[in-house]
């Protein structure tokens, strides 16, 4: 149990759709992380917030994006769905800076169809 | 460009040997390497966290090796239990983000 919660677990959304993605961050963390992981691949990391403010993106496109809240949690909006972003989402808390213990949550399970 | 890879064979081993997992990387200046265990349809487990002016750490039967010259991690598994069964990802800090490998799945045989 990482304390990292995330929701939904799975859901298949139709190519164009939107989909927004959430997350709680263990208590005390102030950093949320989120990474793609598609079948078969390590995680690939896609943003990093952190005081509600972007604090790196990885190689994804502008439509990949992000908020975080006061109480650090965070979401994960993606527009425009292809069918390449069917994968495994996940969150990652973190307290900031380097060398600190990353905890992970389960992960949402998207399939676009 | 840079890249991180693990074994790309699957490892299969018997109850009570000893798993070594190779992580090589190029292109990379990581201020730490980590370890992760993955089981199917879950999210990454943390195990090990290993600075780059350290050699080697270990917990319980996990020992990871960080070779900065070489580029290179093992992560061996002692006396391993069918439990150890999993896929383990390398992965590299530098900055603000974690830069995996596509993962090791271990399947340990009773």
């Known amino acids: 149990e990482t304390g990292v919660t995330q929701s939904p677990t799975h859901l298949i959304k139709t190519r164009g759709q939107q989909v927004t993605l959430r997350c709680s961050s263990q208590?005390?963390?102030?950093?949320v992380s989120w990474y793609q992981q598609a079948l078969g691949q390590g995680p690939q990391f896609i943003f990093q917030y952190y005081r509600e403010e972007e604090n790196g993106r990885g190689n994804f496109p502008p439509r990949f994006s992000g908020l975080q809240f006061p109480n650090y949690s965070s979401e994960l909006n993606v527009n425009a769905l292809e069918l390449d972003d069917s994968a495994l989402y996940l969150c990652a808390s973190s307290r900031q800076g380097s060398g600190n213990t990353i905890y992970f949550g389960e992960g949402s399970w998207l399939t676009v169809v | 460009s840079q890249k991180i890879e693990q074994n790309s064979e699957a490892l299969n081993i018997q109850e009570g040997k000893t798993a070594t997992l190779t992580c090589n990387y190029t292109?990379?200046?990581?201020?730490?390497l980590q370890w992760y265990r993955q089981d199917p349809g879950r999210g990454p487990v943390f195990l090990l966290l290993i600075r780059e002016n350290e050699k080697e750490k270990r917990k319980e039967r996990l020992k990871v090796t960080f070779d900065t010259t070489l580029k290179q991690s093992l992560f061996h598994i002692t006396a391993s239990q069918p439990a150890d069964s999993a896929t383990y990802l390398c992965?590299?800090?530098?900055?603000?983000?974690?830069?995996f490998g596509a993962g090791t799945t271990v399947t340990v045989r009773a």
């Open positions: 292109n990379y200046s990581p201020a730490y």
């Open positions: 992965a590299l800090e530098s900055d603000y983000k974690l830069s």
């Open positions: 208590s005390g963390h102030n950093t």
